[in-house]
């Protein structure tokens, strides 16, 4: 597997953004894993509530800090990802499949693909590693 | 201020670890991952530079009571070759320190001290002092501390002494991997382990030579992630976090340091009048029974009202639950009792636990 698949779209904030059908899986990637340390507690919104692109949705937790998720885009959540409340480490093992983190109803469609591609978004975490 | 580096930066930096700034050090604070070291800890061995710690000396006749006076806990109960866990005590009972104090003889006493409190105590002392002057040899020594159930048997390889006589909380001088170490099991993990007083200049070759024994066994480098994560899952207390200037030993649970029929210490007034008035806070562990994780300086609530704050928090990777301590008013510190930690505005069910949080395993 790729560091960065190519069929996803990426934030600023270590976000990864994949359409499937209508909706919209939302993760973090793999830099973001790595850079967070051991996951240990992942907080995600409700079913049914709004998120807004650019706006913190939940919190992820590891053994050393708190980090804020931020949305990559606007919708409706959809479905979140259950299983992270007990083996919330799926998130540092499996980034990009078993890790993802909630399902969104984009309230803009064509608002994922404005977000960054795979070498936009790989630029800019080595950039920052310079 | 640029953070000051320990004779193990370089092999820090070949191992690939991260580096955090700690109390003015530039300390690794994992390597590879944080659950990971913990676990290497709980269950074979890990090796931490813990050379940024401070080490005060006090030589000549009369050492021993001139250290004795300025601490709670008492020298003159221990044999030779004998440590002891104490508190540097200010007036009002708080603690200046929590200390380690090592017994070479009544004639040479050696005190273990926090980093972050290096020139502080030191001052503290050489003020406070009567008699024996204390000396600053914190440049002189590195640290390392092996740690795990594996330390001694690894240990044991790399030295032509017996380690076996060496209780806990009991030293002896020799050398490891040929190198002169004061040898000392003492720790801060809850498992059985060494701590490896070294001068600098040899430190690498020694942490070089333990790694490269250890590592079948399962010997991994760790860092202060885990050293953290491990000391709170045994209610250890951390300077700065859990104790303070402003918290005495009797409030923080510590009163097994305290011993008021040593004769005269600095801050013994203050607590003979906290023992018979009652503490009216006490430190207590607790267990978050709701979802999050507690972290240093949330707020504790009981109904409406704040009542205290979190000193220490985390997920404890052993005892696979999100664990804390904090003060809290002596009628909320019962096993058993409720309260909540406000975590992000909301509050999140918490109740007392007995202490350690990780069973005898």
């Known amino acids: 597997m790729a560091e960065y698949p190519k069929n996803l779209k990426y934030t600023k904030e270590h976000e990864w953004a994949r359409k499937e059908g209508k909706s919209v899986v939302v993760g973090i990637t793999s830099h973001a894993q790595e850079e967070l340390g051991d996951v240990v507690y992942v907080e995600l919104p409700k079913i049914g509530s709004s998120i807004t692109a650019g706006v913190p949705f939940g919190v992820i937790e590891s053994t050393k800090a708190v980090s804020e998720l931020f949305a990559p885009i606007s919708g409706k959540v959809v479905k979140v990802n259950e299983s992270l409340t007990g083996s919330p480490q799926t998130v540092n093992e499996d980034p990009y499949q078993a890790g993802w983190l909630i399902e969104v109803e984009p309230s803009d469609p064509r608002q994922v693909d404005q977000l960054m591609d795979a070498s936009a978004y790989e630029k800019l975490v080595q950039a920052k590693a310079e | 201020m640029k953070p000051r580096q320990t004779p193990l930066y370089d092999a820090h930096r070949k191992l690939g670890a991260r580096m955090v700034d700690f109390a003015g050090w530039e300390m690794p604070v994992q390597y590879t991952s944080v659950i990971a070291e913990h676990e290497a800890v709980r269950g074979a061995a890990g090796l931490f530079d813990v050379s940024h710690m401070g080490e005060v000396e006090f030589t000549g006749k009369g050492a021993l009571e001139s250290a004795n006076r300025l601490l709670s806990n008492d020298l003159s109960r221990c044999a030779d070759g ?280």
């Open chain 2, 82 to 361: 004998q440590a002891v866990y104490s508190g540097l005590l200010n007036e009002r009972g708080g603690f200046v320190d929590d200390v380690v104090a090592y017994r070479f003889s009544p004639e040479r006493i050696l005190i273990c001290i926090n980093a972050s409190n290096r020139d502080k105590d030191f001052a503290w002392m050489s003020e406070r002092v009567v008699g024996v002057k204390p000396v600053n040899r914190s440049d002189d020594f590195a640290q390392l501390a092996l740690q795990g159930p594996r330390a001694s048997a690894i240990l044991q390889r790399l030295t032509p002494a017996d380690l076996s006589p060496i209780r806990n909380y009991h030293f002896s001088e020799g050398t490891v991997a040929g190198i002169p170490c004061i040898v000392s099991r003492t720790g801060y993990t809850g498992e059985d382990g060494f701590e490896l007083y070294c001068s600098p200049e040899k430190a690498e070759a020694l942490w070089l030579a333990l790694l490269e024994e250890g590592e079948g066994e399962g010997l991994r480098p760790a860092g202060l992630g885990a050293r953290d994560s491990l000391r709170t899952e045994m209610k250890y207390a951390l300077y700065g976090n859990d104790i303070d200037d402003d918290h005495t030993p009797l409030e923080a649970g510590l009163g097994w340091i305290v011993k008021l029929d040593k004769g005269d210490f600095i801050g013994r007034a203050a607590l003979e009048r906290q023992k018979s008035e009652g503490v009216g806070r006490k430190l207590v562990g607790f267990e978050l029974t709701g979802a999050g994780v507690p972290r240093h300086g949330y707020p504790i609530v009981s109904g409406e009202k704040r009542v205290g704050e979190v000193t220490s928090g985390t997920f404890g990777p052993s005892v696979k639950k999100p664990i804390g301590m904090g003060y809290v008013p002596t009628g909320l510190a019962s096993e058993g009792l409720n309260f909540a930690v406000e975590i992000r505005g909301r509050p999140v069910e918490a109740k007392v636990v007995k202490t350690p949080f990780l069973k005898k395993h």
